[in-house]
Nanobody, 126 residues
Framework: QVQLVESGGGSVQAGGSLRLSCTASGYTFSSKRVGWFRQAPGKAREGVAAIRSAASMYYADYADSVKGRFTISQDNAKNTVYLQMNNLKPEDTAVYYC?????????????????WGQGTQVTVSS
């Protein structure tokens, strides 16, 4: 069955960096879009970034709040998607989840993803 395992969360001060990893198994890696979502206490889960591949090209999408600070990438040989997070802000504090879903669905909607990881905590202090 499809499994997604996140790692790389932690605590950093504002301005710091973290890299999250999402390793997938149980399906052909390039056949699904992989997205990163986050959920802060009392808030709805929101899309942060997503990536898909087609014909050796990679297509990434980002939420406006993270553009220029976060970079999503994909290593097909390792079945892993990374989220490099730079210049972190306290408002980035949340549990971060990776998810996999069909290529044709909306990238930022949690409802359009079928499989989820367990989540990893990111805490940014001011």
């Amino acid at each position: 069955q499809v499994q997604l395992v996140e790692s790389g969360g932690g605590s950093v001060q504002a301005g710091g960096s973290l890299r999250l990893s999402c390793t997938a198994s149980g399906y052909t890696f390039s056949s699904k879009r992989v997205g990163w979502f986050r959920q802060a206490p009392g808030k709805a889960r929101e899309g942060v970034a997503a990536i898909r591949s087609a014909a050796s090209m990679y297509y990434a999408d980002y939420a406006d709040s993270v553009k220029g600070r976060f970079t999503i990438s994909q290593d097909n040989a390792k079945n892993t998607v990374y989220l490099q997070m730079n210049n972190l802000k306290p408002e980035d504090t949340a549990v971060y989840y990776c998810a996999a879903g069909p290529l044709w669905r909306v990238w930022y909607s949690p409802d359009d993803y079928d499989h989820w990881g367990q989540g990893t905590q990111v805490t940014v202090s001011s």
